[in-house]
């Protein structure tokens, strides 16, 4: 059975920066794409950014410049790196990996940017 845990989300100062993993148990397959969503409260669940297999990335408007997608190894599967965090970016932070057929998520981790 596929699991996928987010880890690296906190409570941060505006300006300041995290970097959020997503490990996996299982076994994935013919991975298409992985990506981070977040969800704020009273908001629908938004693409943050995303990584297809070929390398390729995008990133939503409100975080290029300052967020980074990677690829990790075959333990940790994708990091989101995240720099001159604002207090708009507080959310919960899922990540989704994009397989042949469907996707799997993760259960979140929260990330809260105040003073």
């Known amino acids: 059975q596929v699991q996928l845990v987010e880890s690296g989300g906190g409570l941060v100062q505006p300006g300041g920066s995290l970097r959020l993993s997503c490990a996996r148990s299982g076994s994935i397959f013919s991975i298409n794409a992985m990506g981070w969503y977040r969800q704020a409260p009273g908001k629908e669940r938004e693409l943050v950014a995303v990584i297809s297999s070929g390398g390729t990335t995008n990133y939503a408007d409100s975080v290029k410049g300052r967020f980074t997608i990677s690829r990790g190894n075959a333990k940790n599967l994708v990091y989101l790196q995240m720099n001159s965090l604002k207090p708009e970016d507080t959310a919960v932070y899922y990540c989704?990996?994009?397989?042949?057929?469907?996707?799997?998520w993760g259960q979140g981790t929260q990330v809260t940017v105040s003073d």
């Open positions: 989704n990996v994009a397989v042949v057929g469907g996707s799997f």
